[in-house]
């Protein structure tokens, strides 16, 4: 981990399934749970968001965030307070605890994140 920071190795099976398959109209491998981004995030700006949002994500995670690495700060969370997103304020360096590339989401909220990425490294926003 290029930060530092700690991880859970393995996930309790809790009230949130982040592992287990629970398909979505019964297609894919993953658990399908929300997550709470907050509001001017670069994760709820990746969705074309400015202010807090609740994404339904694909899960295929037995590891999760135990200690937040200092100089990251926490941008997602599940319901059952799990970690799924992390930013580095001071340059453009996110993470996600998900697959938004799973095939079972509309292809508009499937591709958001991946152009919005794109954008981001297009107009040379890295450092900001």
């Known amino acids: 981990m290029l930060y530092g920071g ?3 190795q ?6 949130v399934p982040h592992r287990e398959p629970a398909p ?3 297609a894919g491998p ?3 749970h929300e997550v ?3 509001g001017g995030s670069k994760v709820a700006a990746l969705y074309g968001a400015s202010g ?3 994404v339904k994500i694909a899960s295929g995670h037995h590891q999760a965030v135990a200690r937040v690495a200092d100089g990251l700060v926490v941008t997602a969370v599940a319901e059952d307070g799990t970690v799924e ?4 304020p001071r340059r453009w360096v996110t993470s996600v605890q998900w697959h938004p590339e799973a095939l079972e989401l509309p292809a ?3 591709q958001a994140p991946f152009r919005a990425f794109v954008e981001v490294c297009r107009n040379g926003a890295g450092r900001a």
């Not at 393995?10 to 009230?15: K, M, P, R, T, Y």
């Open 24 to 26: 979505l109209n019964g």
């Open 108 to 110: 508009g909220e499937r």
């Open 52 to 54: 807090p949002l609740t």
């Open 30 to 32: 993953w658990a399908w």
């Open 10 to 15: 393995d996930l309790d099976f809790g009230s």
């Open 6 to 8: 700690t991880l859970v």
């Open 36 to 38: 709470g981004i907050d």
């Open 85 to 88: 997103a992390l930013e580095d």
